[in-house]
């Protein structure tokens, strides 16, 4: 004889049984999506490694965190940025980029300032005959890698190319 069938004993379900009638019965009833979709999971950014990096800012207020490694130690590196529409002035002073060394990464994410914490941020190149191109040049320390943050502070679209290169 079934243990569960003699009088006065009650069957108790499993948790998962009720939760599963639980999730049928929401089913039926229309209130669930016909599809569960679930989130990607988190993953690291796509690492390049390029002598030129193309990007595009199609915001305003929109930038790039791209991390900077040097094949040099105690080296000094110039960085050229140059944007394109080429022929809108109202993007001089709003498209640019700072440099940040670790620490001064790490300072901004705990809500540091930017302009005091930047090691090198771009300037009109000079001899630009068109004057869409920024540059910076700063010493390479030795001590670990670095932030360049490419920025469009306009509600112009703007596509970039970077180029980073030792100098003299």
């Known amino acids: ?3 569960h069938a003699q009088k006065g004993v ?3 379900r499993p948790w998962w049984q009720l939760w599963a009638c639980f999730w049928l019965s929401l ?3 229309g209130l669930l999506p016909a599809q569960v979709t679930l989130a990607a999971p988190l993953s690291r950014p796509n690492s390049v490694s390029s002598n030129v990096l193309t990007g595009q800012l199609p915001h305003q207020y929109s930038a790039h965190y791209l991390a900077l490694e040097t094949s040099e130690r105690d080296g000094a590196i110039a960085l050229t940025l140059s944007y394109d529409p080429q ?7 709003f498209v640019n980029f700072l440099v940040l060394t670790e620490d001064g990464l790490r300072q ?3 809500g540091g300032n ?3 914490l930047n090691i090198a941020s771009g300037s009109p190149a000079q001899f ?5 191109k920024m540059q910076a040049t700063f010493r390479d320390s030795g001590r670990g890698k670095y932030t360049v943050i490419v920025f469009n502070n306009t509600t112009i679209p703007v596509q970039y190319t970077l180029s980073p290169k030792a100098a003299s």
């Open 108 to 110: 901004y994410l705990a």
């Open 87 to 93: 022929d809108n002035p109202n993007l001089r002073g």
């Open 10 to 12: 009650r069957r108790v």
């Open 27 to 29: 089913s039926l009833l």
């Open 128 to 132: 630009d005959p068109i004057g869409n």
């Open 1 to 3: 004889m079934d243990v």
């Open 114 to 116: 930017l302009k005091t």
